[in-house]
């Protein structure tokens, strides 16, 4: 069953309004993958989001290209589209919204 942000995967904590997601560490298409992410959390469509390259370059695909060990416990920490976005390199994606977001 689908959440009120049309995807499956999304947990978001009522109390809080963070979200919890993972997203497939493929350095093929991860970047792609985290803009459908923000599209469905914001519910706009993808052209109307900034250009993810003019806000981190290719943050998120370097994460997945050659990763590290799991030991290291490599995450990356940006802010992107009204959310603070912390993503591991298994995938795992935690949103912290830091603006009221559309309805």
Known sequence: MSDRHGRDDLIPDEETGIIFTRMSPDPETAEFEFIELISSVEGAPVE??????????HLVERLFETPPSLDAQVEISFSYSGYRITINRSGDVKLIPVKETRE
């Open 48 to 57: 109307e989001l900034p250009l993810l390259y003019d806000e981190v370059d």
